[in-house]
């Protein structure tokens, strides 16, 4: 009797002991998932400031003070108004970027853009404007080089923030979502456009998605890189932080553009010679920039944006 009661406290202590250690085993594999995911989180956010010093050190360095031209400070800080726009854009992505591995490819690609155009500055700069027909008068040189603090710096910082979301497009899985929008398509092909013309086109051409000039006109094709991307991600998910960072930074754009025609509308023509020479090109960008804005706030129909 004494035997058969030991051995039923046994089993019984042994299947009261039973689940509590695998609901241990599952509590212990879900905190080390959500450990893993706040470190990558964590990893990103880091990026995301990093990016964020790095590119408005090279804008303010850039655009302060023109290398061989006396122009007024207001046209330097309305300059680097212009170039700080996309900033909503890049701290949107880098949030949205762990779940999105469009998003996350987009900004791997930028990232290595931004870092080309910082260590091979007087590549991305030299200017060949004496070579196109009426612009004889920009034949002096807008060639930059960073200082080699700033150059060491910010090259580290974006080239991490490409590895980093290099190994995250590569390491997740494909991202599932809805059937394509061909609204949110057009909008990304177009700013393909505007980062491919940046990238290759001859000055004045290149400068004219962004009206910034020699000295940061083609590394600013990085973000038009970036909209396209996010403007794919968008295709197929609705993603309020990447959309409402597509809206921040378009409108801002278009803000430092009409702050342009405001402060500087007695010469524009003196400052912003490229624009004048191509207006069927400006405008196009313009209105790409247009469209972004549009579609992010109101929607392509499917988002359920009012």
């Known amino acids: ?56 050190a ?21 300059s680097i108004l ?3 726009t996309p900033l909503p854009l ?26 080309a155009a910082v260590v091979f500055a007087p590549h991305f700069t030299a200017t060949a ?18 200082p080699a603090p700033l150059r060491a710096v910010a090259a580290a910082v974006h080239a991490g923030a490409a590895l980093l ?12 979502g809805r059937a394509p929008s061909p609204v949110w ?22 400068t004219l998605p962004t009206m910034l000039g020699r000295r940061l006109s083609r590394a600013f094709g990085a973000f038009s890189l970036l909209y396209a991307a996010a403007a794919m991600a968008l295709a197929t998910a609705d993603q309020k932080v990447l959309r409402r ?10 803000v430092a553009v009409g702050a342009k025609l405001v402060v500087e509308r007695n010469c524009l023509r003196e400052f912003y010679p490229a624009a004048f020479s191509r207006p069927v090109a400006s405008l196009a960008a313009l209105g790409t920039f247009s469209a972004a804005l549009f579609v992010a706030t109101r929607g392509d129909g499917r988002d359920g944006v009012r």
């Open 1 to 56: 009797m004494r035997v058969n009661l030991l051995l039923l406290l046994s089993v019984n202590a042994e299947a009261l002991a039973t689940p509590p250690t695998r609901r241990h085993r599952r509590s212990t594999r879900r905190n080390a998932a959500s450990t893993t995911e706040l470190k990558n989180n964590n990893a990103y956010r880091l990026a995301s400031a990093a990016s964020v010093a790095a590119w408005s």
């Open 58 to 78: 090279c804008a303010v360095t850039a655009l302060s003070r023109h290398p061989t031209l006396a122009l007024p400070a207001a046209h330097a800080r309305l």
């Open 82 to 84: 212009q170039a700080l």
């Open 90 to 115: 890049l701290t949107a992505s880098f949030e949205a970027a762990p779940d999105d591995r469009t998003v996350q490819l987009g900004l791997a690609a930028a990232s290595a853009w931004l870092c």
């Open 129 to 146: 404007a004496a070579r196109a027909p009426g612009l004889a008068h920009m034949a002096h040189s807008a060639a930059i080089t960073y």
């Open 165 to 176: 979301c290099g190994v995250g497009y590569a390491s997740s899985p494909p991202t599932k």
């Open 185 to 206: 398509r057009g909008v990304a092909i177009a700013f393909a456009g505007l980062a491919l013309v940046a990238a290759v086109a001859p000055f004045p051409l290149a």
């Open 245 to 254: 960072g597509v809206a921040r930074a378009a409108a801002a754009h278009w």
